[in-house]
Each structure stands twice: as C-alpha cells, then as structure tokens.
C-alpha cells in the first residue's frame, strides 16, 4: 500500500488531467443529489477529497449565504482549488482527515469518489472526525464506483485506475460507520456511459431516530392501495 507522501505526490501530478476534464456529468449527478437531500443557501457543507475544486464549485453556487470547507491530501490540488474557487465564505484546507476538526458544524458531508482512495483501515478514524463536526442530523453523501465494475476494470484496464482504487465492500461501509452514529438511508446504483451499473450513490444519515409515527388518512391509505396495485 503506497505511503502519505506517495498519495500526495500522485495528485499533485493529478492537477492537469483534472483541470483537463472540468466538471463532469459525475460531479453533476452529486450536485443534483445534494439539492435534493435538502442542499439550501444556508448549509454548511464540508467536502472531502476536494480535489481541485470542480464539485465545489457548484456547491459553493447554492450555498451563498452558508460555509464551505473543501479538504484534500494535495498541496497542488488545495492551489488550484483556492485560486479558482475560493471567497468568503469557500475554505480550502491541505488535510488528510486524520485529526480533522472545525469550529463549523456540518449540514452536509460529501465524498465525490474519494473514499475508495483512503486505505480501508483508515474509515473508522475517518467517520469519528466526521461525527465530531456535523450536526445531528446531518447527512453524509457517498459516491463510489460500483464494486464489481471496479473489479472488472482493475482487470481490463488497470492503467485508468489511481494509486489507491479499493472496491470497498457494504460490510466494511457499515462496520466503520455505524458505530460513530451513523445509518445507510439509501444505497442506489447507476451507470455513466456504460452499460452495467458503474457508480454507487450512497446517503448516510446522522440521527434517523423516529421522532413522530402516525398513520395516514383513510383517503391517503386508499391512494397508495389504488397507486400500488394498478400504476
């Protein structure tokens, strides 16, 4: 397994080829997944594995009134981001995740395809960080490749893969995970450009506890009998 400096000096060579490729259908698909968990003006989001900033850049558009705090191993990579992206309130930070905290209290928590590249034995210390800064209910976005996709290209196509590119198993996501707080609410598959499922989209919640739990109207109970058994 390569060391620090390895996965450092790697992305710092990594800057062109992402300054080549901008901002992606991929980054796109998080974006549009963030707002759709509730992303709004005010949330503070913290990004892990920023990179030189291309989802940043969309996410820092919908939050102008929150904070945002983009984190990477590169120093080239965390240059490029504030030189392009950074302000007032868009904050970028050389960190590894290990001893990460932040007088900032998260809303959201995003990993664009990053998690894949951080040493599996290193989740369990990674995901305490992060419960440490969230808020309660905070939720976490996960987008990796799918497993078996990435076990097909490690064997087809190895040259396309980065330093680290670990097919991280569901077992190995909840056991560094749940035990800091944190719940799998969905796990959806999709694909880019190919024509087997390719990426994973994966929501952790915070503190999906039951607050209220009643039944619905009489009419509404109708609906969705009528909707399930004729739609």
């Known amino acids: 397994m390569a060391n620090k400096e390895e996965v450092e000096e790697f992305y710092d060579e990594f800057v062109d080829k992402q300054k080549n490729i ?5 980054h ?3 974006h549009k997944k963030l707002k759709s968990l509730g992303l ?8 892990i594995g920023c990179g030189i900033g291309t989802v940043s850049s969309l996410i820092i558009k919908s939050i102008p009134s929150g904070k945002f705090v983009g984190v990477d191993i590169s120093p080239e ?4 981001a504030k ?6 309130n868009a904050t970028f930070l050389v960190d ?5 905290t932040s007088d900032i209290k998260f809303d959201f928590i995003v990993f664009p395809d990053v998690l894949e590249h951080i040493p599996v034995e290193q989740h369990s210390r990674l995901f305490e960080n992060v419960a440490r800064v969230c808020k309660q209910d905070a939720i976490v976005l996960i987008n990796i490749p799918e497993p078996n996709a990435l076990n097909w290209t490690r064997e087809h196509n190895p040259e396309v893969l980065q330093i680290i590119d670990q097919s991280l198993s569901m077992q190995d996501l909840l056991n560094n995970t749940y035990p800091h707080g944190f719940q799998v609410h969905s796990i959806i598959p999709y694909a880019i450009h190919t024509n087997r499922d390719n990426y994973l989209s994966i929501v952790l919640k915070r503190d999906p506890s039951v607050k209220d739990l009643r039944l619905k109207g009489k009419w509404s109970q109708l609906f969705q009998n009528l909707k399930v058994k004729y739609l």
């Open 22 to 26: 901008g901002v992606s259908v991929r």
């Open 28 to 30: 796109r698909l998080i």
């Open 40 to 47: 709004n003006p005010n949330s503070n989001v913290l990004e």
């Open 77 to 80: 990579s965390i240059e490029t």
């Open 83 to 88: 030189k392009l992206f950074g302000s007032s």
């Open 96 to 100: 590894d995740m290990s001893d990460f």
